[in-house]
């Protein structure tokens, strides 16, 4: 026996689930586009702290604190340079452009503001630090703002 649809529902039931579609692509879309910009945030990030930390930065430093090979970092580094956030020349060391400055800059302060909410909400800080560095990219500007106000709340009757 089949299922009997009114009109009236059907059309409610079809609308609703194409409304939560569209939704859940448009979702799909934003973590997509969130991938494609975590790489050259956790570059350019790195390539800040190296040069603060060590006064340079160079490809067999970032491959070996990444985790990947010489040619990825070199591919990986080429393509930041066409997106303007680093310069290089070969057998020399990496450099951030004052885009890419402000980019390692913006990615730094979503860690921080990510990982002091997960401490706050009583996160080990290894942990913290650890969980902050996913969900950095992902997170939406509403949310670090919510996270930001929360935590100058709660920080302002400590």
Request: hydrophobic residues 40%.
């Amino acid at each position: 026996m089949g299922m009997v649809r009114t009109k009236a529902s059907g059309e409610s039931g079809v609308g609703d689930a194409q409304t939560r579609i569209r939704e859940r692509a448009d979702q799909f879309r934003r973590v997509r586009e969130a991938h494609q910009t975590e790489v050259a945030e956790d570059y350019v990030e790195l390539i800040a702290d190296l040069i603060e930390h060590t006064g340079e930065a160079r490809v067999v430093d970032l491959a070996e604190r990444l985790g990947v090979t010489n040619a990825t970092v070199n591919n990986t580094i080429q393509r930041l340079q066409r997106d303007g956030l680093v310069t290089s020349r070969p057998y020399r060391s990496i450099f951030l452009t004052a885009k890419g400055k402000e980019l390692a800059e913006m990615a730094s302060e979503r860690h921080q503001i990510v990982r002091d909410f997960l401490i706050h909400l009583g996160v080990d800080p290894a942990i913290a630090d650890a969980d902050a560095e996913g969900i950095e990219h992902h997170v939406s500007d509403a949310t670090l703002k919510a996270f930001r106000a929360h935590l100058r709340g709660k920080r302002a009757t400590r």
